[in-house]
């Protein structure tokens, strides 16, 4: 029988430890063996107020129960409610632990590497066609040559967070977890904020480079992180992880400089631009407000130990759709998008395709890093970024000279460099489930991967 899951997060013995970082570039993070001893002690105790509000709950239940044969007159209804409500529980219970998590000694190992490729199949896929979905849709007109240009990015973010706010708001009523006591709204606006700006530095940013120059720029978001980490969290960092940030981005300058085929000065569309870095400046802030919003995350985590996964994406999504649609208001771009929208029927499918590989790959990552670990899940999305890079220069016609080809080699050597280093002496596929003492892992890979 699966294992339940459960979200509620108790506080360790290193809890109130500023020194100490779960975040996925911390170099004690993949430390499996004290994260299985902190979870096995986190399992054995259960704080006192929690018992409390569980007896509370109970006996509220019970009394209500009690109450009920005096009103309808069916005496025999308290046992029977009461029977098909654990039968309930027991099932709703194994049904979330087989969807979210799986363990070895329950499952073969032919269904855990069919799960593994299952996962390698639909990350790539929903990642790989998102990006060519989102190329499209900003970079060339509707109708084709002869058409517009889409040119409403908040529209984009509006649509993406809506989506977000509809899956997490599901997974909120399924799992039903526990709301978080300590943490105070405000904090929600944060990340929202910077999360919103971010996707839009980005989507800005294709009017100015390239779209393979784009994903490959995202693999720059180590020097940020760790440069935010320090700053917000005072993490320490392995001296390789600098290294590898180094040869990231002379690499990645390689690429931009001789393969990206935009005349610096001028946008996509043919227009003079005000500034020669816009689009350079533009990723630089993409770098600077996504690496906050994970930190930011990330902090919340060590702050409140009782913040679930998914209350805080729920959260931080429903602060992004409500700020979005405002900005789109504000900005008078909501009833021109619109129009746009009425007026090509071609973009309808390319709307929907676009917001359904986003909350499908969202999904996946999400169950992904839960089950194999931030390891597997970064080499799967590091063969995402090749196979994003090649299909928009098959699809959209992108020369890659071989100085930009060597840099490209330099960038994902880093990468794979990095990720060896992260693996040694580990077991790559990890077959234990994740808990949320491991969620501030699952923020920094899910903002490293996905900015939507």
């Not at 085929?261 to 990723?283: K, N, P, V």
Request: glycine share 6%; charged share 20%.
């Amino acid at each position: 029988m699966a294992r339940s899951v459960s979200y509620v997060r108790v506080s360790g013995e290193d809890a109130n430890d500023p020194n100490t970082s779960s975040s996925y570039y911390s170099s004690d993070a993949e430390d499996e063996d004290d994260v299985d001893d902190e979870s096995r002690e986190d399992e054995v105790s259960m704080g006192d107020e929690e018992q409390e509000c569980v007896n509370e709950q109970e006996e509220a239940e019970e009394l209500l129960l009690e109450m009920e044969p005096e009103v309808t007159g069916q005496p025999g209804k308290k046992k029977d409610r009461r029977s098909r409500k654990k039968e309930n529980n027991l099932s709703r219970s194994s049904s979330v632990g087989s969807f979210l998590e799986f363990d070895q000694r329950t499952t073969s190992k032919k269904s855990v590497l069919k799960r593994l490729a299952f996962c390698v199949v639909m990350l790539n896929l929903t990642f790989v066609a998102w990006g060519v979905l989102q190329e499209r849709m900003l970079t060339r007109r509707y109708p084709r040559l002869t058409g517009e240009y889409f040119t409403y990015s908040y529209a984009l973010v509006f649509t993406n967070r809506c989506w977000t706010v509809i899956m997490s708001g599901g997974l909120m009523m399924y799992l039903k977890p526990r709301w978080s006591q300590s943490t105070i709204i405000y904090e929600y606006s944060f990340p929202s904020i910077s999360n919103m700006l971010s996707s839009w530095c980005q989507y800005e940013a294709l009017q100015y480079v390239s779209f393979p120059a784009v994903t490959l720029f995202k693999s720059f978001k180590l020097a940020p992180v760790m440069a935010m980490g320090k700053i917000l969290g005072n993490k320490e960092y392995p001296q390789y992880d600098y290294a590898v940030a180094l040869v990231i981005g002379v690499g990645l300058t390689m690429f931009m400089s001789s393969t990206d085929d935009l005349h610096f000065g001028y946008d996509i569309y043919g227009e003079e631009a005000s500034a020669t870095w816009t689009g350079i400046m533009l990723l630089f802030f993409f770098l600077f407000f996504d690496s906050f919003t994970s930190q930011w995350q990330s902090r919340m985590f060590q702050r409140h130990r009782d913040l679930s996964m998914i209350e805080l994406m729920f959260a931080t999504s429903a602060f992004s759709t409500v700020l979005s649609f405002i900005t789109l208001v504000h900005s008078k771009e909501l009833w021109p998008a619109l129009s746009f929208v009425y007026r090509h029927s071609e973009i309808h499918l390319h709307f929907f395709m676009f917001s359904i590989c986003s909350t499908i790959g969202q999904l996946f990552i999400f169950y992904t890093i839960k089950n194999f670990g931030a390891v597997v899940f970064t080499i799967i999305m590091t063969t995402r970024i090749l196979l994003s890079i090649a299909l928009s220069c098959i699809l959209y016609g992108h020369e890659v000279t071989s100085v930009g080809f060597l840099g490209l080699m330099m960038v994902m050597g880093a990468v794979c460099y990095r990720i060896k280093r992260k693996a040694e002496g580990k077991q790559l596929i990890k077959w234990q489930g994740m808990g949320d003492e491991k969620a501030p892992e699952l923020v920094q890979e899910w903002h490293e991967h996905v900015d939507m």
